[in-house]
DNA sequence: GGAATAGTGTCTCTAAGACAATATGGA
DNA sequence: TCCATATTGTCTTAGAGACACTATTCC
């Protein structure tokens, strides 16, 4: 009997300034009816290769095509399944706005129930991964709308965090990564003071889907 | 039909000066008689996980127990096996001394034959990956033998990098790194020139073999 | 004008590169 | 002694944080 094989993909998006995951009911045994990360067999005849796998499992189950989305790494072994050796080939994705449904629940990443498999594992593991690379990287710009402010950035990146970020600093660092554009003439009026300058993702560091194959 | 599921691993060296990777010629089809990545079948009995299996793989195929051996990313998909939609587990690894054998050339990774598979192109992207952890990590000292000096740390990291670094920086950044330390009293002499003091990997960095699912 | 937040300028500090100066064992 | 390389010290430069200052809109 071959190990079992699966994908499974973390959703993540900013709610309420909080970092969150989508998990899923599932539909069937084992664990049915518990909440989990989506995920699921690939479909040889449908998928091109994993990512693939994921991407479809996105669409299909979550219902959002996301900017962001990347092989994390693999969980594997005889316990982590009760059915038998298994394999899972974790994906993690960002999205602005992830879709709450009846099945579909958005959950903090620091206020998870306990969940079946390694999925609480797993999220931790991405978390971390997502931390660290947003002290590094312009990954969080993967989890705002298509328009947005410096400020509005600079909080993203503080609750990703969890701490406060120079904001002159911020400016200055997200200049120079260059993953970003004016939209020209337009300004974000929030409350009375003075207008903030509206972004953009840069069109090179859109849509990483289609950069099929090259890890970050 | 499931997938095939299978690991591969590219075991790095750095052999007269160049960045190197064990081979082995396969034994059965497809590609009987080429060299390749070493790679096989998960055993769910033996394998606690798939970096269990590389390591079972390692010691059969290659006969080494390596100090530094992690998860690479997958590879997955219809074409790139013409047994059928196929995912392998890449891992890598670090070695001082491979061994060669009848059956194991090392080759330095710019004079690569053409390999079956995609393992040309898994081996490019491996060796992308460790390029670019070695401008930031200490992970090149896992090439290294037992003991060994500063300067020659510093050949190892030109030599993986193909630059010039600057001597009394890296000196200044392996110190900070903390994952060397002294062998007291111990010096290197080689030619007639001042003898070098002799450095071992710190404890805590050696042996992330047993660190096992921590990625980095 | 005042409140509130956006955005800029400047100072300091740290880390890295360049490179000069010193150290040491073998020939 | 000299040669060759190891090791240290110093100067300069680039980037990041701290923080004060200016800008702009609504009230």
Chains 1, 2 share one sequence.
């Not at 316990?79 to 449904?101: C, E, I, M, Q």
């Not at 993967?142 to 402010?149: D, E, I, S, V």
């Not at 120079?176 to 560091?205: C, D, K, N, T």
Request: glycine share 8%; aromatic share 6%; net charge positive.
């Amino acid at each position: 009997m071959p190990p079992i094989l699966t994908i499974d993909v973390a959703l993540l998006a900013l709610v309420d300034g909080q970092l969150s995951v989508a998990l899923i009911k599932r539909d069937k045994a084992p664990s049915e009816g518990l909440y989990a990360l989506p995920g699921g067999y690939v479909h040889e005849d449908e998928d091109e290769d994993v990512k693939g796998a994921a991407e479809r499992v996105l669409k299909e189950k979550l219902a959002v095509k996301p900017p962001y989305l990347e092989e994390f790494g693999t969980f594997s072994g005889k316990l982590r399944d009760p059915r038998g050796w298994s394999l899972t080939v974790v994906h993690y994705a960002l999205t602005a706005d992830p879709v709450d449904s009846p099945l579909v629940k958005v959950f903090p990443v620091g206020k998870l129930p306990g969940l079946p498999f390694d999925h609480n594992e797993i999220i931790a593991r991405v978390v971390e991964r997502v931390r660290s690379k947003t002290t590094y990287s312009s990954l969080p710009v993967h989890l705002m709308p298509k328009k947005f402010t410096i400020p509005e950035l600079h909080a993203a990146y503080e609750a990703i965090l969890g701490e406060r970020m120079n904001l002159a600093s911020f400016r200055r660092k997200v200049d120079g990564m260059g993953a970003l554009e004016e939209v020209p003439g337009e300004m974000r009026v929030s409350g009375r003071s003075r207008p903030a300058q509206v972004y953009r993702v840069a069109l090179r560091y859109r849509s990483k889907l289609s950069l099929r194959g090259r890890g970050l």
